[in-house]
């Protein structure tokens, strides 16, 4: 088995990147991005710890959900989880954060890098008071690179038309049962979403 190295060994694998590529990658919101976080009711947002551990978690709501505030900076609501605290604990070691949008029906990605803070401003945390509660805490991101990020990917995995039936998989309960020793309780799919709607905000 070969390891690669070094860039220049990669390089050599994969030649260098097209003009529009590199041209693509804007350090800023224009119009077309800022519709495009808009229209997205998810993303994944990488952090890494002080060792450069990374942790890629996930972050929903209705569209709209992460706000822009200028051309550099956005809101991102933390609403309430299993409260290990991987990507706040992260970016307390590590302030760097990655998102990646993704809008149902549309291959294309957004992808946004800057570097993150949580804060607990009132007002922050008031833009998102609509729904009766309030986020504990808002991730405000300064950012750096913002660029589009092509189709193949989706269009290989055909995301949004390859759904399989949740039956494929055993319930998430049973499945913490088998990974957890000693766990003798199992939650039935039916309990456990009834459980999350009840706490989603």
Known sequence: MSVITD???LRALYGQPGSRALK???SG???HSRHFVGLSPFCLLATSDA???VDVTPRGG???FVQILDDQLLLLPDWPGNNRLDSLLNILANPEAGLLFLIPGVDEGLRVNGRAEIRTDPDL???YGDRGRLPRTVLHISVREVF???AKALMRSDLWESRIQRSMLPSMGQMLKDQIEGLE???TQSEMLQRYRQALY
């Open 7 to 9: 860039a220049a060994q």
């Open 24 to 26: 693509k990658q804007l």
């Open 29 to 31: 919101f224009e119009r």
């Open 51 to 53: 060792e450069g551990r």
């Open 62 to 64: 209705p569209p709209g």
């Open 125 to 127: 945390l008031e833009r």
């Open 148 to 150: 589009l990020h092509c």
């Open 185 to 187: 309780q199992v939650e």
